[in-house]
């Protein structure tokens, strides 16, 4: 390889280095500017907002499911107690058909609940992906 040469692929490998460190500059610079920028950081203090609403909210669906399945686990229980023939008292038979009422009417309470809560999870998790 002769001096001209090898010269001429060095000052071309000494071009290619500095444009190289001006574009690594440029985009250090950009990416100041953009952290620094008023809207994004906006933007980036609603989307931590809307993680953490979107986490409560997700906490919120699992406790309403939690409760519907113990209510669900105890009116089970009361219906094969009610239904087992084992209870002869008319009063505590009458007690335990009200219970099972009862517990009827808050399951029903707490499915609506727990679909309202699912739904704005969903419109959440929505609103967090755009």
Known sequence: MSTTHSATTLFQLQQHDLDL??????QQALANALQASTPIKKLRIEQAR?????????????EA???LEELERR????????YSGGITNPKELS???????HLRAQQSRQEEMALEVMEVAGSLQ???RR
């Open 65 to 67: 499911e939690w409760t």
């Open 50 to 62: 809307a993680q953490q609403e979107l986490r409560a909210g997700l906490q919120t669906q699992k």
């Open 95 to 101: 007690t335990l058909q009200q219970e099972v009422q």
């Open 126 to 128: 929505d609103t967090l």
């Open 75 to 82: 009116l089970r229980t009361q219906e094969q107690r009610l």
């Open 21 to 26: 460190e001006r574009l690594l500059a440029e």
